[in-house]
């Protein structure tokens, strides 16, 4: 089968001569308003459809058609949506350069070493784990009227004095380059279409890359992992990129989005009976740029996880049962790493019973905050928070490892044929 789709990316000077020549066979043109405009397409145009869909375009499959993208399609465009639906002899491409091309090359970037940022499809949120001072970001937006929220957007997190550039229309006549504070540019007036934006970062803090984000940054009704133990717990759970994670007792949801910001292509599924609660933690997960990645059930655990895609890790906040780890077990692949929190003695002595017979680790904790007591700072059993943390591989022959403060617990590892650590105190 000879190709009969050509994919051509496009920049405000217009087509090349091998863009011309595919133009000028095709049958076809799908694009958008601009792109037809440009290349002149008249009756052949069909301009795509709103919500974005490449079925219509599918449909003309036989005929000689065009898909025009902007710049590079295959860098945040729709050239990798085509090649997915189509066998590699159906289509060919002739890229332009991307507009983060042409941008670094207006700025002296070294683009290697700047963050690409694709925002006309997505919120502005994406942006915030890049956010530290001296970074460099090029983002795209979805038009001139979108730089200024952008800007003040930068400006609310505390980013005002970031340098920023508002890239319009580049390579062509119309082209326009304004620098400005965020703070100044989030009260200009609209610009051109298309529009970049290059963001020299400055101003506040920006997130720590390490696990144990502050309680502070996530809203909650006091259910949420405490930041000391969302750090072991979120190494215990070690996302690697591309893996999914079950998160039954999704709460604040601040352990899915932790594990959504460590690594690459991650995805999470939450479990979450309460609806005020599941609302809240995809409210927090869109403040991380991260809701879109978030799939929330609204059930108890464990109904209805037969439905959802196939995890590489479990995490259980609370409400551990024996029904819900049998559950669990029987639906977890091979491999699938279990992490489960336990608060009370009663989950303690149902996580040891279960570490026992399958294998794993367990953690104990003992955490305390300083509080005031006669002009010095104590550290008190009434500020002690308490919890203990199973990891448990679903394949036999995985070591158990504990770190106990109770003669009971003890004695189970042992007669488990386990290692047991006395911890001081």
Sequence with gaps: MSAWLTIIGLNEDGPSPAAREALARAEVIFGGARHLELTQAGARGRPWPVPFSIAPLLACRGMQVVALCSGDPFWFGAGSLLAEALAPEEWVALPAPSNFALAAA??????EDTICLGLHAAPFAQARAHLHDGARLL????????????????TELGFGASRLWRLEALGGVRER??????????????????VAVAVEVAGALGLPR???LADSLFAHDGQITKRPVRALTLSALAPRPGEHLWDIGLGAGSISIEWLLAAPRTSASGVEADAARA?????????????QRLHVLERRAPDGLETLARPDAIFIG???????????????????????????????????AWSAEKGGALLRLELAEAAALGGQARL?????DRAMECHVM?????????AVRTESLRAALAAAGGEVQALAG
């Design 279 to 291: 609302a809240r933690a995809l409210e927090n997960a869109a403040g991380f740029g991260v809701a």
């Design 318 to 352: 609370g409400g551990a049962s024996q029904a819900l780890l049998e559950r669990l077990w029987a639906l977890a692949p091979a491999g699938t790493r279990l992490v489960a929190n336990a608060v009370t003695l009663e989950s303690e002595a149902l996580l040891t």
């Design 177 to 194: 380059i304004t620098q400005a504070s965020a703070a100044e540019m989030a009260v200009l007036g609209p610009g051109l279409s298309p």
């Design 139 to 154: 983002c795209l937006l979805r038009g001139g009227e979108a730089v200024a929220p952008f800007a003040a957007y930068l």
């Design 210 to 212: 390490t696990p144990g």
């Design 106 to 111: 207006k700025l002296g970037w070294r683009l």
């Design 394 to 402: 679903r394949v036999a022959g995985f070591g158990l490892r504990a």
């Design 380 to 384: 008190g059993a009434g500020q002690a």
